[in-house]
């Protein structure tokens, strides 16, 4: 749009925008340039007209000096808009620039325009303590809430609410009784166009909650203190709230109604205020605390919203219920600790301050607890201590009355009376003397203390509870006061047989107790007694053999109650006996033995027979004897005993081991020998030289044990075969020992020494060899030789364990067709012990390489050829066939004279390319002949003769060598030549007689041709047969001639076909590689 202009022509105006549209509270700048179209110097004057009062037009300059001629000055004019401008307000802005001294002047109109905003406002400021709503559980309230239409066009404006549990923003902004005029526009706001003074969300101030106790608010009224039910109290604001900004957030509960009666302001003019009706219903099990909703206000036509918070505080409900629980029974001049149960009625935490009144009866009380917070829906005990004076007694009733003020609010008080009965109690004490000594056999007195420790007066009877060895005589029983005791008088009497301290046990009760009683013990001392006796062997005898030792258990017992210091001693023992051990001074505790273990030795010269003899223990109390019969009789024993504990039990021979048996006894003996072999009788024969042996007392003989392996498998460890040797007079008399038998390990090693071991084939090699036996037993040790025809001078040796045999010859024969080079030959040792064992070492022999007079061998078919008009091509075979006992490889070669007019070459038979290489394996082996063909072509001008040699350069190992075939000879024709006349052998003649002697000799057969037609019979008509016709070839299809050749295609080369080939099939030509066909 062009701005409409009107100008002087010395005075050019123009803006840099030609219309202006702003929002209400905006503002933007108007560039005008103004262009000096005189011929002086000028100043120029602005002025600005036509404009509504809401808008606001300041030129930055109002003068504007020295504009050059064809210059031009811009200034810079400021628009701003009202906030309170409507669309209406629109219209055009007249600038007028004025030159004074001419006083000519040009203008230009540019238009503004109002731009429609669409602003909705919500304020909760009027409802409840500045957005904070205090409410009761069960309450209904219409909260008034202002809404108002902050745009500059007639709008609808939609209300709505939804619960937040994010509250935090109100309390940050929120101040008690004031009026917040933030112009927090939560992120609604667009370029922060808020009218002054109009307050959407976050008119909240934080910080006015101090410990859960909100200053403002608290409702008291409807507060009932009659009787003990305090239901119905209510009061606001006691959260003490754990959140980090002091308020507890909740969630809304069931049963909650927060909505607007009627959410939608219709046709709400410019800045236009109007109330609505927000109806909250809260349910009767409401939780007291903080609810945080969101309010929100949306312009219908504008697309836009903005919202603020409102807070409920739910306030609580304090009810308590009590019930007595008492402790123990409360007695005259002590205490008791009784339990008031208090359950919580209430809707919120409580604390609560307590205070105990006695209204009757000689009794006190204590609270534990003077304050206590209690929990909604929860129970707590406070716990009283109630004292009562002595001078009470039982069925005495004390009452007592507790009440409970709420801490935030002391209008709310709990109270509760409640009443304990004086109950009484039965107490019992005695006190038993100590260091009281009674004598057995006889009464013995002492005196009891006895007590009443009860509430009342009591009759008490005292009683001594009898046991094994005391019985007792009791008093008769006493009455006795409160706290009153007395002495009693005890009568005991204890058996002989007990000593020492001893645990007497007594019991009181008394009529108020019942069956119930007490019970002490006190420990009394029993005087001591002494008391001796001596057991011995059950038949009082002791049997002893000459040489040896025998012991006897006497059983020295003390039966008092007296511990005894005893010395013990011996009588009536013979010559060459002695009591070496057992006979010293010992002590005996009261009631206790002791056994005492005697040891008697006897020489090996005592002569046998009975003796008696006395044993005396005594004491300085009391002492005893004990008279046994020493029975001395012959000595029986035997010693077995072996030089070796094991033997090497060998499949191929019995082993053998000597056992060794003495008679060690003062008599003559025959000793029975047994051996067991349970364990070994699988793997191993066992047999005993003699089964018995007589020998004299102190004589020794000899057993042979020999064993054999019949069996493999057995353990390696071994398996123990136990010897046994009895008495034959007394078969308790006997010695054992234990033999293992150890199955042979067989094993060896075999050294081979060679003397001359490289030799041409047929010829011999020779050395020594060397075997060792490694093994645990004697063994017969086999060797041969194998890959080779060997004469083992010794081929079996019989060694013992670790034993070498001598140096045994050895000779072989290498084959007359052994190859040449490094053989393997393998000794093979076997054992006759372990059929599997198998011992082997190899040695390397050398083999010469042979051949007789040439290395190569080339053998031809026949040695002479001819080339004329009909053959042109040759391919003639023949055999290369080592003669060496080697492999071979080299090449073949042609020589001779003439042979380039052929063009030899040399194939592979078979393969289709030039290949003169060979290969070959020794001779007599597959593989040592190899067959190749020599391909000929004449290139004839004239006749000649030829002969060609095949070459074979070969190596064998290290050594070149060079072999020639026989030669081949070849004659080949010349070409035909034109006649120069004729050679009738008597005559020669010219071309030109020749000529005439021709034609007059067909001269002379025409005639007699057609005589002979003229005069001949008619000859019989045979039918011609009919030739079959050829197939016409193909592309690159060829057919084989009669010299077993055929001629490329694409090169006209003549080609050899491969042999065996029979048509059709393809092969390439190897001049020019193309793939021909051959058909027949």
Known sequence: MVPFASAHPTIGLSTDVSHIILSPGESANLSLTIDNNGSSIESYVIDVSGYNPVWEIIPTDTNVSNVIPTFSATTTIVIRLSTNATPSDSGTLTITVTEPDNNISSHIDVYISAQARYMPGIDVTTAGDNGLVSMAPGDNQNITITTSNLGNVEDTILLSVDQTPDFAGFWANWTSGETNNSTNNSSNNTSGNNTSGNNTSGNNTSGNNTSGNNTSGNNTSGNNTSGNNTSGNN??????????????????????????????????????????????????????????????????????????????????????????????????????????????????????????????????????????????????????????????????????????????????????????????????????????????????????????????????????????????????????????????????????????????????????????????????????????????????????????????????????????????????????????????????????????????????????????????????????????????????????????????????????????????????????????????????????????????????????????????????????????????????????????????????????????????????????????????????????????????????????????????????????????????????????????????????????????????????????????????????????CNQANTPISGKLDTTGTNKELLSPSIYVIGESGVNKSYTLQSKGSIGDCDYFKLSLSSLRTESFRASITIKAESMVGSQSISDESESLTFEVDGPSVPPDGMDLGFMKLSNQNSIVLLSAGWAISLLMFAYIRLFRKAPEIEEEEVEEEEIPLGPNEVRIDEYNKVTCTSCDARLGVPEDSEPPFRFTCPKCQVRIRVVN
């Open 235 to 880: 009061t606001s604001g006691n959260l003490t709230g754990n959140s980090t900004n002091g308020t507890l957030i909740m969630s809304v509960p069931q049963g909650w109604e927060v909505r607007f009666l009627d959410n939608s302001m219709d046709s709400m003019s410019p800045f236009e205020t109007r109330t609505a009706t927000l109806r909250i219903s809260i349910p009767t099990d409401a939780n007291p605390g903080y609810y945080g909703f969101e309010l929100f206000s949306a312009t219908a036509l504008g697309n836009f919203s903005v919202s603020t918070i409102m807070i409920v505080n739910v306030s609580a409900t304090h009810d308590l219920s009590f019930n007595h629980i008492q402790g123990d029974i409360l007695l005259p001049g002590m205490n008791s600790t009784s339990i008031i149960d208090i359950t919580s009625l209430s809707s919120s935490v409580g604390n609560w301050t307590w205070q105990i009144d006695a209204k009757s009866g000689n009794c006190s009380a204590q609270l534990n607890n003077l304050q206590t917070q209690i929990l909604e829906d929860s129970n707590y005990q406070l716990q009283i201590i109630i004292n009562a004076h002595e001078d009470m007694h039982v069925g005495e009733i004390c009452e007592f009355h507790i009440s409970g003020s709420l801490d935030m609010d002391t209008s709310i008080v709990e109270e509760y009376n409640f009443s304990i009965t004086i109950g009484e109690m039965w107490g019992l004490s005695m006190v038993i003397p100590n260091s009281i000594k009674l004598d057995v056999d006889t009464a013995e007195t002492f005196n009891v203390v006895i007590k009443n420790e009860g509430t009342e007066l009591d009759t008490l009877s005292l009683i001594g509870i009898d046991q094994p060895g005391v019985t007792f005589t009791n008093p008769d029983p006493v009455s006795l006061d409160r706290g009153e005791s007395v002495y009693v008088v005890m009568e005991v009497t204890v058996d002989n047989y007990l000593v020492g301290d001893i645990q007497l046990d007594f019991t009181l009760s008394s009529t108020k107790s019942g069956v119930d009683s007490i019970n002490a013990s006190g420990i009394f001392e029993i005087k001591e007694y002494a008391s001796l006796s001596v057991t011995g062997p059950l038949e009082n005898r002791i049997s002893l053999i000459p040489g040896s030792n025998s012991s006897v258990s006497l059983n020295v017992s003390n039966s008092g109650t007296k511990d005894l210091d005893i010395s013990a001693s011996v009588s009536g023992l013979p010559n060459g006996v002695t009591i070496t051990q057992g006979l010293g001074a010992l002590t005996v505790d009261a009631g206790d033995y002791n056994i005492v273990e005697v040891t008697i030795s006897a020489s090996s010269t005592v002569s046998a027979d009975s003796y008696p003899i006395t044993f005396n223990f005594d004491s300085s109390w009391v002492s005893s004897d004990l008279t046994l019969d020493l029975q001395i009789s012959d000595r029986i024993e035997v010693v077995l005993g072996a030089v070796e504990n094991s033997i090497i039990a060998s499949p191929i021979d019995y082993s053998n081991l000597s056992v060794m048996i003495t008679n060690l006894g003062t008599v003559q003996e025959t000793f029975v020998v047994e051996i067991d072999n349970e364990l070994a009788s699988e793997w191993f024969s066992i047999s005993v030289d003699a089964l018995s042996l007589t020998l004299e007392s102190g004589e020794s003989g000899s057993i042979t044990l020999s064993v054999r392996e019949i069996s493999t498998g057995g353990p390696q460890s071994g398996i123990p075969v136990g010897i046994n040797v009895t008495s034959s007079s007394n078969s308790l008399i006997k010695d054992s020992t234990q033999v293992l038998l150890i199955p042979q390990i067989a094993n060896g090693t075999i050294t081979v020494y060679d003397d001359d071991h490289t030799a041409k084939p047929g010829e011999n090699i020779s050395g020594r060899i060397v075997i060792r036996n490694t093994g645990s037993s004697i063994d017969i040790m086999t060797v041969t030789v194998v890959e080779i025809d060997c004469d083992i001078e010794i081929e079996s040796v019989t060694l013992g364990p670790g034993v070498s045999s001598s140096q045994i010859p050895y000779e072989c024969v290498i084959q007359n067709d052994a190859n040449a080079g490094a053989k393997v030959m393998t000794f093979r040792v076997t054992s006759t012990a372990r059929s599997d064992l198998v011992i082997t070492s190899q040695e390397v022999y050398t083999v010469v390489t042979v051949y007789e007079n040439s290395a190569i061998e080339i053998t031809f078919n026949e040695t002479e050829y001819k080339f004329d008009s009909d053959i042109e091509d040759m391919a003639i075979p023949f055999t290369v």
